[in-house]
């Protein structure tokens, strides 16, 4: 069984679907501390043809805090206004903005959940049919930190691969998984570029640009453009 294990980031950039693709199971790690300026509550959009990070307004968000224990306090009034306004000739404008309506009218205001629930919307658009767990839900020691939390995890969902973002090299280390009898492996993915209203390609945006110009079929062949080290 392959797992993957991510924090669940705001309409996240395309490698994070190719990894929860890459997997049977996916675990969405919301029993973890906030991280102030991560992904959790913002991304990187095209924006007047620049790459520009707009950011989720949160209640008194903490890093002393669990993801699952800060809310939303975003209308989204603005976000959609200006996804409108830069992606409204998108090619699959249409298909694509009844996504995001469905995703920001989610009305459950904790960041985790609110999060879990656009990865899965995400998801169901692509055709990805990976399992996705909640970390919160499964039923291990949490007093645990870092990798033996991760190892945890792997050992109560019986997995035999473990896949990592290519951040994690600087963490894990296969021969600390091999004790285990797991294989850890890392995901690259490969250079994507595609086309943005016949202007010079903006890389490293969210999941959100790749679906505006580009039809699911073409969305799931840039998924599969990567590689495992």
């Given at each position: ?21 890459a997997v049977d199971k996916y675990v969405i790690f919301d029993d973890v501390n906030y991280i102030m300026r991560g992904w959790i509550n913002r991304n990187n959009f095209l924006v007047n043809g620049e790459r520009i ?177």
């Amino acid at each position: 069984m392959k797992l993957g294990i991510m924090q669940p980031y705001f309409l996240p950039y395309i490698g994070y679907f190719q990894l929860i693709k890459a997997v049977d199971k996916y675990v969405i790690f919301d029993d973890v501390n906030y991280i102030m300026r991560g992904w959790i509550n913002r991304n990187n959009f095209l924006v007047n043809g620049e790459r520009i990070l707009l950011t989720i307004s949160l209640n008194k968000s903490s890093s002393n805090k669990l993801i699952n224990q800060v809310e939303i306090v975003d209308n989204f009034t603005n976000f959609m206004k200006t996804v409108r306004q830069n992606y409204g000739k998108a090619p699959y404008f249409k298909d694509v903005y009844p996504l995001l309506e469905r995703i920001v009218q989610y009305d459950d205001k904790c960041l985790s959940r609110f999060n879990a629930n656009s990865i899965k919307e995400i998801c169901n658009y692509l055709g990805i049919d990976t399992t996705l767990l909640i970390s919160s839900d499964l039923p291990k020691d949490c007093s645990l930190k870092g990798m033996a939390k991760g190892l945890e995890i792997c050992r109560l969902l019986k997995t035999d691969v473990y896949i990592n973002a290519i951040g994690g090299q600087k963490l894990y280390k296969k021969e600390d998984f091999s004790l285990y009898n797991i294989e850890l492996y890392f995901l690259q993915t490969d250079n994507i570029s595609y086309k943005q209203f016949n202007k010079t390609f903006i890389s490293n945006l969210s999941i959100l640009d790749v679906l505006m110009f580009n039809s699911v079929k073409d969305a799931n062949t840039l998924l599969d453009k990567y590689k495992l080290i």
